[in-house]
Each structure stands twice: as structure tokens, then as C-alpha cells.
């Protein structure tokens, strides 16, 4: 993949998070907010749509042949997500605390960061001149 697509992934997931995350202002806070993986999991059934929300993650994943560990990370920390929001409201505060969303946002974006500043800088040749006889 090149440095023009992990940046319009950078984009896309930055515009997936605020809608899951950041959308509604919390009342009588002026920093914290929420968004719609938490509306959905008060119902029943909801957990399971943030579920599939998430899936442009680990689509962005493989698409930039992220490493395993990586990968595994975010599997784990959605099906936690998925498990711990299946109660409806309750499921809600849950997930709110836990913010899956928020870590596997910030796991992708840092390894799609370092990939664009790896592809960026330049291969540098480190052949040393061969010493002459002293």
C-alpha cells in the first residue's frame, strides 16, 4: 500500500471513531463525550451492529498487512466489547468505561503512522569506503 491510501485510511477511520465515540456532548461535562456505538448498545441487539461498525478496522488491518499481534489485539478487544455491551443499558456503561473503540483506534493509527513515516524516509546506502594499509 502506499503513503497516499494509509493516509486516506488515517481519514476514514479518524471519521468512523467520532462517529462511534465522540458524537453527543455528556451533560454538565465540558470534555467527555459519546457516540453511537454507546446509543446502540442501550438497545438489544445494538452491540452486535457497533460489532460490524468496527469491521472497517480490521478490513484497514489486513489491507496494510499490519502484524499478527497487532490484529489479535483488536479481535480481542472487540469481542470483549461485543460480550460486555450485549446487556442493553447496562451493556451501555459497560462499553462507555471499557472504550474498545478508543484503543483499537489508537492501535491502528499508530501503526498506520509509523508505516507512512517508514515508506517516507529514504533508504539510506550505509556501505563504508574500505580503509586503505596503515
Known sequence: MNNSSAQQDLKDLKKLHHILKEVFPVPFTKTKRFGWSTMFTILPGGSTVTFFMRSKYIFTAHRHKMPRNVKNEMYRKMFMDW??????????????FYNADGKIYTAITNELQNKTQLDSEPVINSIEPASVGT
Open 83 to 96: 460480550i460486555l455491551g450485549a446487556p442493553p443499558i447496562i451493556g451501555s456503561v459497560i462499553t462507555y
